[in-house]
């Protein structure tokens, strides 16, 4: 028997939550669940999603203990693990991380270029609040961390909580290798064995194989060079949104920079950023498209169940995609050595890449933590590229510790988004006005 865990998800308003609430509730024989708790610090929000919740739990599993709350100890005590994706500012600022760069010409993502160091310089306090929670309260537990942006809030906790038991982990590679199975005819990701090195959202995988160690890379290059990691199964999901759709398709431009390997979509964003600028309406943005989509769905779908007073015919559906976090889990309470792509320090494992970079590389998951596996040597354009990714990514978290304008603008300065130091400042200084609610002051 396996023993029962105690699980809290932080963010616990967040559009995902439902979703992974019914993935939880399904797969029990992997990860059986003693008790589920949700946190969020708007209350408004985690009341709607909390209510909901406690109908999916109450009607598919009542014997899980069920709460939610915006009270630290309350959540925090009794667990062990925190499932964090909060986001700070929620979408009515990312909506500014995504705009304010575009009105300077300028890329503007969530995560990628000003608007991820701008969506950074707001999360690092906010999870480094969550992992002081954790340890006050429940010393033991692990935090497994997908608040975004990932890289930099990875290199914050490496700097701000040393000793922390977090991992920090993102879900687009495999949502990627879940389009290469696709592609190849293959039930799931699970039956290919693959290497892969980078940062967050700036990797490459540089092989991928099957169980009897056949090299199945050739055939997904070939697919490629048509249609990106447009598998058919999505391009025939009318669910898929237009932007991802242009993601997966525009790899086919984004693969030809190295045809020795296959990259992760977020290159795009640093090898075209003038093409992503010209196809962008400023004006209406993915987090625009996410508030009048998924936002508004979830939203809508928690306060019909609430008034109708039960989920039988719920249109929730098992987050899938989120699998990887329970495998995570499920890794470190029964220690089952799974082979995962973390974000962890380098320490030599890219042999020759900066020693306390934090990379993306696959490790081993037991109940002591991750085992990083060897890289070596890589080649110099993605040497390059990462050299100068990961310093934005470092200056950005230099910025928030010493109150820094001047290395917040170097960060900016240095992303390969953005043309010249005057344009940098531009948005520097807008971002600084937006944000006054959220960033630590600069001097
Ligand atoms: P969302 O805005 O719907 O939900 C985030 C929730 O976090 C909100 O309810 C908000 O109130 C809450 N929150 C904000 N600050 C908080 C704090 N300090 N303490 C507690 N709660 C706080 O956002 P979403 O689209 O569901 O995404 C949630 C997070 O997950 C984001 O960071 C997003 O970027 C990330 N994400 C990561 C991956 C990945 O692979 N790493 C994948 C998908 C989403
Ligand atoms: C992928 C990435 C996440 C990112 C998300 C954005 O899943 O790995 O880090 O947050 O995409 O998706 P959205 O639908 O919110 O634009
Ligand atoms: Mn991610």
């Known amino acids: 028997m396996l023993q029962k865990q105690s699980i809290l998800i932080a963010g616990g308003g967040s559009t995902f939550t439902p979703e992974i609430v019914l993935l939880l509730l399904e797969r029990q024989a992997d990860l059986p669940l003693k008790e589920l708790k949700l946190y969020d610090n708007d209350a408004k929000r985690q009341a709607i999603v909390g209510e909901a919740c406690a109908l999916l739990v109450k009607e598919r599993a009542p014997e899980v203990m069920f709460s939610y709350t915006t009270d630290p100890k309350e959540a925090f005590s ?18 500014q991380d995504e705009k304010i760069p575009l009105k300077h010409g300028v890329v503007g993502q969530e995560t990628c270029g000003p608007g991820g160091i701008a969506y950074g310089m707001r999360s690092i306090g906010g999870v480094v609040e969550l992992i002081k929670y954790m340890e006050q309260y429940s010393p ?17 906790t490496r700097r701000l909580c040393p000793t922390s038991k977090v991992i920090n982990i993102c879900d687009m590679p495999i949502g990627i290798e ?4 696709a592609i190849l005819g293959l039930p799931s990701r699970k039956e290919l064995d693959i290497r892969y090195y980078g940062l967050n959202h700036f990797g490459w995988w540089t092989s991928i194989r099957d169980q009897e160690g056949k090299d199945l890379m050739p055939e997904i290059q070939e697919y490629t060079k048509k249609h990106g ?9 009318p669910h898929l949104d237009a932007s991802w759709r242009e993601t997966f398709e525009m790899v086919k431009d984004v693969a030809t920079l190295d045809p020795t390997t296959l990259p992760n979509t977020y290159l795009k964003y640093y090898f075209y950023p003038d093409r992503v600028v010209a196809h962008s309406n400023p004006h209406h943005t993915r987090a625009n498209e996410v508030m009048e989509g998924r936002e508004k769905r979830v939203f809508d779908e928690c306060q019909r169940l609430v008034a109708q007073g039960h989920a039988k015919d719920t249109h929730f559906e098992i987050g899938a995609h989120a699998s990887y976090i329970i495998d995570l889990a499920r890794a470190i309470a029964y220690n089952t050595k799974e082979r995962m792509l973390l974000i962890v320090e380098n320490r030599g494992n890219i042999s020759n890449f900066t020693w306390d970079a934090m990379v993306e590389i696959p490790c081993l998951l037991g109940a002591n933590g991750y085992e990083p596996l060897h890289v070596g040597a890589i080649p110099t354009f993605q040497k390059g590229l990462m050299e100068q990714q990961v310093a934005v990514e470092k200056l950005t978290v230099d910025a928030w510790i010493e109150g820094s304008y001047l290395k917040l603008w170097q960060a900016i300065t240095m992303s390969k988004t953005v043309p010249s130091a005057d344009v940098a400042k531009a948005i520097l200084d807008d971002l600084i006005t937006a944000n006054k609610e959220y960033w630590p002051a600069l001097k």
């Open 229 to 237: 990691y447009l598998s058919p199964q999505l391009a025939s999901d």
């Open 140 to 156: 033991n537990a692990w935090m497994l961390n997908y608040s975004n942006p990932a890289a930099i809030v990875a290199e914050a």
């Open 178 to 181: 879940e389009n290469f199975a």
């Open 78 to 95: 009794n667990i062990d693990f925190v499932m964090a994706h909060i986001r700070v500012g929620k979408y009515a600022m990312r909506e």
